[in-house]
């Protein structure tokens, strides 16, 4: 049985349909979720739909019943997170669980990106439980941009402060791709994986994708931190939030996010999605 948590949030749910598709029997996959008329859709397929939230231990070990292998997606309550994977990770050592696969940030033992502290910690959690796990590091979603590509089309400029900070970003697809290649392998080897694009870009080549696309000039415009929370406050996003995106572009602009690795096409056997071929798809919604 193959059990895939956080199954009605974008990720968990393509890695479901992915299993489907890649011909696991829908009897054999567990789809543990929070909410199951969220997921009644993939009930209907005849997976096994599961409720419980990583807060509630008991819950989760009724879940994770004959799970021989598990997807834990991170959850996406930050600051609570490695408690919450804590419960997922007993209720798989008591459940006996063959191979844990974990979705990480990118470069999670030694990157300035906020969010790698709890991953790195789960990972360490991961890593004590002695159980075969594949650790997925997954770089930044392309989804991610989504707005500020639609508004550069829109306006002609693409702003941040990540200078020339390279981010290898995939698609959501590409690494529920990925995860389903781990999940289904016959013999899947053990370790960590760093999962990116295989075409890491700047935010100007990201604006040059958008000119091109969008058949007009669109310039980035490269912000000092200070310059960008104030653009971003001054466009109605709450001061936290707008501290918090600088803080990313500052990562990147430190290398956080530029892996240089392949392995996430090696993995599913076809290149990730170009920043190209994203923008078009964003552009022609
Ligand atoms: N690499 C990146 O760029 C990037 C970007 C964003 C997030 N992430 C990480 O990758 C994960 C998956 O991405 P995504 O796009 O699928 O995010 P998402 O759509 O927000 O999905 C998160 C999933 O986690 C579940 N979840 C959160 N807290 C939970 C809890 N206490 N108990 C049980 N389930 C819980 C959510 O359940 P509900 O469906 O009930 O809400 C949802 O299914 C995120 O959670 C986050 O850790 C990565």
Known sequence: MITVTGASGHLGRLVVTGLLDAGVPAAEVVAVVRDPDRAADLAERGVQVRQA??????ALDVALKGTDRLLLVSGSEVGQRVAQHGNVLEAARANGVGLVVYTSAA???????????????????IADLGIPAVVLRNNWYLENYDRQIARAAATGELVGSSGAGRIAAAARADYAAAAVAVLIAEHPRPGVLE??????????????????EAGRDVVYRDLSPAEHERALVGAGVPEDAAGFVVALDQAIAAGALDTGSTALSQLTGRPTTTPAEYVRTVLSR
């Open 107 to 125: 470069k999670a033992d030694g990157t300035p990106l906020p969010l790698a502290p709890e991953h790195l910690a789960t990972e360490r959690l």
């Open 53 to 58: 939230d990583y807060v509630d231990p008991d």
């Open 195 to 212: 999962l990116g694009g295989d075409q890491p870009f700047t935010l100007a080549e990201l604006a040059a994708a958008v000119a091109a």
